[in-house]
């Protein structure tokens, strides 16, 4: 809603009091994300909102830091009002949504004097968004009637709560869980009731335990579980088991590294969150032009002036680093006219394609180099006018594709189109934890980032699950004594994402039906080592 007050200048400053849901950046709604992006000034408690602060707010926009313990309403209002009429956009920033689970009326009613334009932003209310995410859906064809109580203000009545059809929400429960199954035991609700426990909802940090208002303070003591936490009382909640859809993604809660050059992660990052993980990018390698760039200047004049019938790229950075030599000499893709375009994968073909060319040939099988060659023709005296083949690549990339082209019949210059440069070691926790296993997984996309990893941060521990990206990358994984769990039929990312989604599901179902408790690889007792598994 938004307020309509006199301002005192000409300056069109604003404040906004803005609810982000509760906890998952994803969740942020799509006014409070144009909100964010266009903040001048972020204020609130941000430690509480690292998440949302890196994935929708500038990196130049000011915080401040308003803890209620040491700054007023008051005071809050009047620091507010100044960046406002001094023609900035502020955005205050609330858990959940503002009005329900945040102070924000009486924030809002301090600032209001000041005659500065406000508006209160609604976010997911914590008290429905962290039930969904648990599974418990808070009305049904048999219950009809949700009561929602936040404890941060106090002990409630709780003989009101005798009523036992209806759902009951308790949000900001920090202690004393023997104590109000107590109270809503002797209020009148029976002691079987199901209740369950969620703390850290809708993060990948997640964690739900269920049981009876007799045993949930000893289930969630055993569970080690601490808050603040999200209580649900009622029948409602014995529908978890089977509507249960987010702790139970085949990945869910997994902590995988992902070792690959700062620009290429974020779509391996994107897909694996998606199946519940954690990622983490560690940079192993940096792309950088040639030593020595005559070499291609050379081959680039070669290309106009018909010295080729084949270019084959065995990499989206080779076709970025054509590019780049294209636009130097006010090229563009006319000059690939005549020629014939291989593309050693669909991440490439799609590369070549966003510059307006179709590759003429693409690997119906495996993805690689060994691929690429199984598929290419042999040169032809008499169908074939030129037999020279351009090979921008790597500097490290192997000798593949060049000797199957040559025992083809084809002539090939294999240039260095760019060099892989080994990056600095991360830092000394990241280096810690892939030595002691505190990764659950290592998603490898090539066999540099395999070199490079080890060579910066040492070998994962034998708990960590391995995945390659293809057999190429499996080869140089073992050859450096790792042990490949999971490696997809296809080279792609999004097949090196589906493999050990599925590698996790089937780990979660064997546990289940053995009926050992569902854990994660980094959680298995000291000096357990990883069983065979079969590719």
């Known amino acids: 809603m938004t307020a309509k007050t006199k301002t005192t200048n000409n300056l069109q400053g604003s404040v906004s009091f803005v609810g982000v849901g509760p906890g998952d950046p994803a969740l942020v709604t799509a006014r409070a994300k144009e909100l964010l992006g266009r903040a001048d000034v972020i204020a609130g408690e941000l430690a509480a909102f690292e998440a949302v602060l890196s994935t929708h707010v500038r990196e130049d926009a000011e915080r401040l830091e308003l803890t209620e313990d040491a700054v007023t309403a008051a005071e809050a209002g009047r620091v507010l009002a100044k960046h406002g009429k001094d023609g900035k956009h502020v955005v ?90 107590a109270f809503l035991v002797k209020a009148g609700r029976e002691p079987s009731t199901p209740v369950a426990v969620t703390t850290e909802g809708t ?79 560690v940079p ?8 020595n760039p005559q070499q291609l200047d050379r081959a680039i004049t070669g290309l106009v002036t018909g010295r080729y019938q084949w270019v084959a790229f065995t990499s989206v950075n080779a076709v970025r680093a054509v590019r780049e030599k294209f636009e130097e000499y006010g090229l563009d893709a006319r000059a690939f006219a005549g020629l014939k375009i291989a593309a050693v994968g669909e991440k490439t073909a799609e590369a070549i394609q966003s510059w307006g060319i179709k ?34 690549r790597a500097d490290i990339a192997t000798e593949t594709l060049v ?26 926790p990241i280096r810690e934890a892939i030595k002691t296993g505190k990764f659950d997984a290592v998603a490898f996309t090539s066999s540099s980032t395999v070199r490079n990893l080890v060579g910066i941060a040492g070998k994962p521990h034998a708990t960590t699950v391995i995945a390659t990206i293809g057999a190429q990358t499996a080869t140089t994984a073992e050859e450096h004594g790792l042990r490949v769990d999971v490696q997809p039929a296809e080279t792609s990312i999004e097949a090196l994402a589906e493999a050990l989604a599925d590698f996790g599901e089937a780990r979660r179902a064997a546990q289940i039906e053995a009926g050992d408790p569902v854990t994660k690889p980094s959680e298995r007792k000291a000096g357990a080592r990883r069983r065979a598994t079969t590719k």
Not at 104 to 126: I, M, Q, S
């Open 403 to 428: 000797a199957g082209l040559v025992e083809l019949g084809w002539e090939v210059d294999d240039v260095t189109a760019y060099r892989t440069v080994r990056a600095a070691p991360p830092p000394a």
């Open 203 to 281: 993060t990948t940090d997640q964690r739900t335990v269920a049981g009876t208002l007799e045993t949930i303070a000893a289930e969630v003591k055993s569970s080690r579980l601490t808050g603040p936490f999200v209580l649900v009382v009622g029948s409602a909640v014995a529908h978890r088991d089977k509507l249960s859809w987010f702790e139970t993604k085949p990945l869910f809660g997994w902590r995988i590294l992902v070792p690959r050059t700062k620009e290429q992660a974020g779509v391996l990052s994107k897909l694996l969150r998606q199946y519940g993980a954690v990622p983490e990018e």
């Open 92 to 181: 205050r920033l609330y858990h959940g949504d503002p009005f329900l689970d945040g102070n924000a009326a009486e924030h809002v009613a301090a600032f209001v004097r000041h005659h500065v334009p406000f508006e209160v932003t609604p976010g997911l209310p914590v008290a429905t968004a962290v039930p969904a995410y648990a599974g418990i859906p808070l009305t049904s064809t048999r219950v009809r009637e949700t009561r929602f109580v936040d404890l941060r203000g106090g002990e409630p009545a709780w003989e009101t709560f005798a009523e036992g059809s209806a759902t009951l929400v308790l949000t900001n429960v920090t202690e004393g869980l023997k104590d109000i199954a």
């Open 359 to 392: 590759p003429d040939l693409v690997p119906s099988g495996e993805h690689s180099a060994r691929g690429l060659v199984e598929d290419w023709p042999p040169y032809d005296r008499v169908l074939d006018p030129i037999n020279r083949v351009f090979l921008p």
């Open 284 to 291: 192993t390698i940096s792309v950088e032009p040639p030593r």
